[in-house]
């Protein structure tokens, strides 16, 4: 099997996708990851947890419609060149 573009592609939408799943009240408050977690005072620098939170949320957010496009695309593309 040869490492191609499609290949990190596909890798890169696998990552995207495991992000998009995780449950924020399920999976994340579990493991001190929750909502409440990460509230900082005004002014402050927000840690490496928080940003990582942001940025859970916001792909949760923004990439909702755009992976069901996309992972539609992939599955088709599988589909056909095997």
């Known amino acids: 099997m040869a490492f191609t573009l499609y290949s990190l592609l596909q890798a890169a939408l696998l990552c995207v996708n495991a992000i998009a799943?995780?449950?924020e009240e399920r999976f994340l408050k579990n493991i001190g990851w929750g909502a409440d977690q990460g509230i900082g005072g005004f002014g402050e620098e927000?840690?490496?947890?928080?940003?990582?939170?942001?940025?859970?949320?916001?792909?949760?957010t923004v990439m909702r419609?755009?992976?069901i496009i996309i992972n539609s695309v992939a599955?088709?593309?599988?589909l056909?060149?095997?």
């Open 65 to 67: 419609v755009p992976l």
């Open 75 to 78: 599955i088709v593309l599988l």
């Open 46 to 60: 927000p840690g490496i947890k928080s940003q990582l939170m942001n940025l859970i949320r916001s792909v949760r």
């Open 21 to 23: 799943v995780l449950h």
């Open 80 to 82: 056909l060149f095997g």
